[in-house]
């Protein structure tokens, strides 16, 4: 799927794929083996937001796939969105910082999306 998804360059020279699996109302289970699925199927971009209180979850799938060698950290691109009253750092923390390399911090709307590349 990833060859056939059209990118956009961001700042940093990175190519994020414009198609994401929206996280939006997913939880445990269900999340972890959405996400699983959507990864096997070629899925490189992923969208949450802590509002939506499932990072920890996404963070463990990221996890066993990126652990497994199943997928490299350069292939993965997660956005998420804070309010702006909350710093980026609070929120990687839960999608498993150890296996964040450059976030990409950037203001939209009252909010701060940022493009954690992993």
């Given at each position: 799927?990833?060859?056939h998804v059209p990118a956009v360059t961001l700042p940093n020279g990175s190519k994020m794929p414009m198609v994401g699996l929206g996280t939006y109302q997913g939880r445990d289970d269900e999340m972890r083996r959405v996400l699983a699925?959507?990864?096997?199927?070629?899925y490189r971009h992923i969208d949450t937001a802590a509002v939506y209180q499932n990072e920890a979850e996404i963070g463990d799938v990221l996890h066993e796939w990126l652990s497994s060698?199943?997928?490299?950290?350069?292939?993965?691109?997660?956005?998420?969105?804070?309010?702006?009253?909350?710093?980026?750092?609070?929120?990687?923390?839960?999608?498993?910082?150890?296996?964040?390399i450059a976030p990409n911090f950037?203001?939209?709307?009252g909010s701060t999306v940022c493009f954690l590349r992993i």
């Open positions: 799927m990833a060859s699925w959507a990864l096997e199927c070629g060698g199943c997928i490299a950290r350069e292939e993965l691109f997660v956005v998420t969105k804070v309010r702006s009253s909350r710093s980026c750092g609070g929120t990687d923390t839960n999608v498993k910082s150890s296996y964040l950037y203001p939209l709307y």
